[in-house]
């Protein structure tokens, strides 16, 4: 996938930030890179987003997340209404991976089914950079302080695992599986694990999981799936040979 990267930010004084900038941001996510190229550009003064931009789907930004050593701030921004009808379901799987998402949206959106999705917070896209990178701050902060709060909970991907596969797809998969903080539907992983304007197939993701189980396997342990009603749940990795 694809990544848009801008001239860096103006380093701060040394007595803001030292010799590198701290951003607030851990991963910013684009449903269409250009036009979050252009925000961030409005934004770069306010210090608060990387200087590079993950297309929806992008398998670093997810492993960036997952690999994470603190709770992840991620910005979802949605430059227009096209993907209103996938968007709650979009941030409901992307609060799986990361602690806390922010969504940027049109002036007209609904907030109200984002935040019951899982949004820390939705705020327009077109409100004043200031105000943008205030909000932004502000979620960092009290992200930060619940970080101190519950610091025994974070569970981190086994990177190093020896059953952790090389390809790159295998191994997101196997480290989406690990580091959830609840199972996960297919339908959430197929919307993730396509692109902006399509899923995954159905097949593919059945592929991944069946390349996945055969190597696990071989080690006694397997991909845990419960499928009813035609809709697959997959509970994480678990010991013992499967059944099927």
């Known amino acids: ?14 007595d803001e930030a030292g010799d ?20 961030l550009r409005t934004l770069r003064s306010q210090h608060v987003f990387p200087t590079l931009i993950h297309g929806w789907g992008s398998e670093q930004a997810y492993s960036t997340l997952l690999h994470t050593r603190q709770r992840s701030l991620t910005v979802l921004d949605v430059p227009d209404a096209r993907w209103d009808a996938t968007l709650v379901q979009r941030v409901r799987a992307l609060s799986n991976l990361s602690a806390t998402v922010v969504v940027l949206t049109p002036e007209d959106a609904d907030p109200a089914p984002l935040l019951l999705a899982g949004a820390a917070n939705v705020v327009s896209r077109d409100a004043s950079p200031r105000e943008l990178a205030t909000r932004i701050a502000a979620e960092r902060r009290w992200l930060d302080d619940s970080r101190r ?20 797809s295998q191994a997101l998969l196997f480290d989406m599986l690990c580091s959830a903080a609840r199972p996960w ?23 991944r999981i069946v390349r996945l189980d055969e190597r696990l396997n071989c080690a006694g342990m397997h991909v845990d799936c419960s499928t009813q009603w035609g809709r697959t749940v997959l509970l994480g990795l678990t010991g013992g040979h499967s059944g099927a």
């Open 20 to 39: 590198t900038i701290t951003y607030p941001v851990d991963v910013v996510l684009s449903l269409q890179r250009e036009r979050t190229a252009n925000l």
């Open 185 to 207: 539907c297919c339908h959430e992983l197929r919307l993730l694990l396509g692109t902006a304007d399509s899923p995954l197939s159905r097949r593919a993701l059945q592929a």
């Open 1 to 14: 996938m694809p990544i848009a990267e801008l001239t860096a930010a103006p380093s701060l004084s040394p």
């Open 149 to 168: 709060a519950d610091r025994g909970r974070l569970v981190h991907t086994p990177s190093n695992h020896p059953l952790r596969p090389r390809q790159s």
